[in-house]
């Protein structure tokens, strides 16, 4: 996850933001707890909104708590977490270990190797905990591998294989509410991987390195193609997300899927904007 999903501050409300970050540094005490420091500097905002989906769904009690932290040493913070969040703390270190194992195979990166070595004796009792989970993270970052690999770019095929991984974490427990759940993360992955390759474009030109935007770049109606692909995933997660029975916090939820997401999106055109001279 690259922390495109997150919230637009201007538009929640105070009482609102306050529970957001209640959640976030709940997410953070937990990968504290679990996986140490090392397991803080994994902290993502788009699992937070994972967190805050799946505690809405289950609404299990939650903790609160008041405690200092190495971001804010002076001022306790309110904390919430439970079992959920503990969940989301190990999808997040998963995440980041395969992403980091990718980086080691793919460029030799050194800094990954050693970031992934951190990691590596926390695997096995998250594989055991979540093997649907774990199998769908290694399984479908393998195959994203493979299918740029081979410098195929089909848009659609490109970036069905984050919203898999991210459709299977979305579901905690196979119920009646797994198939909306399922494809609300596929969508909202997809996005997320269309999102973060716009993104790293310029980048990727200049290295020669995959791009699943590469072949329309030129195109006149590039960015209306790229805004519009963009505007579907995030339309059908939407739509999956309307159809669970959610009530707790779904005006945070809302902000994040209407309005959050798009926030990064607004800097990365007004950037490149400005660096074309537009």
Request: hydrophobic share 40%; net charge negative.
């Amino acid at each position: 996850m690259f922390g495109y999903v997150t919230i637009n501050e201007n538009e929640l409300k105070i009482r609102d933001f306050h529970r957001y970050r209640a959640f976030y540094c709940g997410l953070c005490q937990s990968l504290r707890r679990r996986y140490g420091i090392k397991g803080q500097l994994t902290l993502p905002y788009d699992m937070t909104f994972v967190d805050i989906l799946l505690n809405s769904m289950y609404e299990k009690p939650l903790t609160e708590s008041e405690r200092f932290c190495l971001t804010h040493p002076l001022k306790k913070q309110h904390m919430l977490n439970n079992e959920i969040t503990d969940y989301t703390a190990d999808m997040a270190l998963l995440l980041v270990y395969y992403k980091l194992r990718d980086d080691v195979a793919d460029d030799r990166s050194v800094k990954a190797g050693i970031g992934s070595s951190l990691f590596k004796r926390h695997i096995e009792p998250i594989k055991a905990a979540w093997p649907r989970q774990a199998e769908a993270v290694s399984t479908y970052v393998r195959e994203q591998n493979a299918y740029e690999a081979k410098g195929e770019y089909d848009i659609d095929a490109a970036a069905a294989f984050s919203g898999k991984m991210l459709g299977e974490l979305f579901v905690l427990t196979e119920d009646e509410w797994s198939d909306e759940l399922r494809q609300m993360g596929f969508y909202l992955g997809k996005f997320v991987y269309l999102m973060d390759a716009f993104d790293d474009l310029d980048k990727d030109l200049k290295k020669g390195s995959y791009n699943p935007w590469k072949p329309y770049c030129e195109d006149v109606d590039f960015d209306a193609r790229v805004e519009n692909i963009l505007t579907m995933m995030m339309a059908e997660c939407a739509k999956q997300f309307e159809r669970l029975p959610i009530v707790q916090d779904a005006d945070i939820l809302r902000n994040i899927i209407y309005s959050g997401v798009w926030m990064k999106y607004v800097q990365i055109r007004k950037k490149k904007d400005e660096s074309s001279g537009k």
